[in-house]
Every structure is written in structure tokens, then in C-alpha cells.
Nanobody, 116 residues
Framework: QVHLVESGGGLVQPGGSLRLSCTAS????????MGWYRQAPGKQRDVVAV???????NYADSVKGRFTISRENAKNTVYLQMNSLKPEDTAVYYC??????????WGQGTQVTVSS
């Protein structure tokens, strides 16, 4: 099993920035990718950004150029730097980890609210 703990959400004005963190523990040696998903009220959970063990990244079109996913392997931590935030970025953000025939595992979620 893998345990994921997120932090860094909050309230920010449009155009502002936030950084989310997700730290993994447990049987992480089987994980080959981690990422961030988000779910707005009444909507499905969608992928935001994913980073693989080799550093390859992928982003949803809606966040390209504004969000950056990165990882710090020594701390088993993945970050999501979110810049130029928009009201439509408001959602609960979930950390995800998975491997071949393993997982997915989810964090508890952290609320991000973009509002003036």
C-alpha cells in the first residue's frame, strides 16, 4: 500500500499562485508515476498533471504554461506549482500514485479556491 499526504491548498485571488505538495510513504518502490487530479463540484475528477519516474511530464491543456509538476525523489514528494490561477481552477486537488498493476492510490484531497 501507498499512503499519500497532500498540503498547500487554500484561498487565492485570480492571478495568484499556490504550490501543492504530496508526500508518499509505504511500498513506493512499485510506483512509476505520480500526478495531480482535480474535481470541481458536480464534475468528474480530471487529470491535471502527471510525472513519471524518468521525469516525463504531461499536462491538461487547460493548465499548460501555468502549472508545473516536479518531484523531489529524496523526499518522495511531488509538487504542483500553480501560477496565474483562474476561478475555473477552483476544485479539490487529489494526489495520485500508481504503477504497473498497482494502485491507483489517492490522497485525501486539498481544496483550492480562486476568488476575489
Amino acid at each position: 500500500q501507498v499512503h499519500l499526504v497532500e498540503s498547500g491548498g487554500g484561498l487565492v485571488q485570480p492571478g495568484g499562485s499556490l504550490r501543492l505538495s504530496c508526500t508518499a510513504s509505504g511500498s513506493i518502490f512499485r510506483i512509476n508515476a505520480m500526478g495531480w487530479y482535480r474535481q470541481a463540484p458536480g464534475k468528474q475528477r480530471d487529470v491535471v498533471a502527471v510525472i513519471s519516474n524518468n521525469g516525463t511530464t504531461n499536462y491538461a491543456d487547460s493548465v499548460k504554461g501555468r502549472f508545473t509538476i516536479s518531484r523531489e525523489n529524496a523526499k518522495n514528494t511531488v509538487y504542483l506549482q500553480m501560477n496565474s490561477l483562474k476561478p475555473e481552477d477552483t476544485a479539490v486537488y487529489y494526489c495520485n500514485a500508481h504503477g504497473p498493476y498497482y494502485g491507483p492510490f489517492w490522497g485525501q484531497g486539498t481544496q483550492v479556491t480562486v476568488s476575489s
